[in-house]
């Protein structure tokens, strides 16, 4: 494959970030808003911002059910915070009618680091990652509360899981988007690189 596409669902969230951190991780990113450009994308990623709504745009959009589909077919998905949400199987504390997409066999917990205020920054190792520790922004972040067989557990924090990969999915608690680090943006471009 050339430069990969990687596209950014753009319904809601921080998706100006998103692609940022791609551009300077050095592969072409572009904004998803309907099912047709899912199409034409190598991947996807699910920007941080508030699941809720993004579950309810995504219905609206037409777009829930076609990105299920792309995702069981294989597509390499990387979701930040609010998509890391969306990618699980199942979710603690949804509001209610809240769907996610699904994607990696986890059952994750919304806002499990607390609220707003309660905001904060970690140093995360990701041993898959070289170059040390990477910065992570935790923003009324969910944890992985359990996992299935085929999960990969990429990082803790606290004692709590913190980045995960099945297959092609990787999905992170934490917003590397918002850092000047792109080595997350990285690994995943060599996913994607490695999927196409
Ligand atoms: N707590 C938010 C949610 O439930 C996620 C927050 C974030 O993406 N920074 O969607």
């Not at 572009?30 to 993004?54: K, N, Y």
């Not at 059910?65 to 597509?75: A, H, N, V």
Request: with cysteine.
């Amino acid at each position: 494959m050339g430069t990969p596409v990687i596209g950014v669902l753009a319904l809601q969230g921080d998706v100006r970030e998103h692609l940022s951190a791609l551009a300077a991780a050095g592969v072409q990113g572009a904004p998803v808003r309907r099912p047709e450009e899912l199409d034409t994308v190598d991947g996807l990623v699910l920007p941080g911002g508030e699941s809720t709504t993004m579950s309810k745009l995504a219905t609206l959009f037409g777009m829930a059910d076609p990105l299920r589909e792309r995702i069981r077919s294989g597509l390499p998905v990387y979701g930040t915070c609010a998509g890391m949400i969306m990618l699980a199987d199942k979710i603690l504390d949804p509001r209610s009618g809240q769907e996610t997409f699904g994607g990696v066999e986890m059952i994750v917990r919304r806002n499990a680091f607390g609220r707003q205020n309660e905001s904060f920054e970690a140093a995360v190792d990701i041993p898959g990652i070289p170059g040390g520790p990477v910065e992570g922004v935790f923003i009324r972040a969910p944890w992985v509360e359990s996992v299935g067989a085929g999960v990969q557990i990429l990082a803790e924090h606290g004692g709590h899981i913190v980045a995960v990969r099945q297959g092609n999915v990787l999905a992170t608690s934490f917003h590397p988007e918002l850092t000047g680090d792109h080595r997350v943006h990285r690994y995943f471009a060599d996913m994607v690189r490695d999927a196409g």
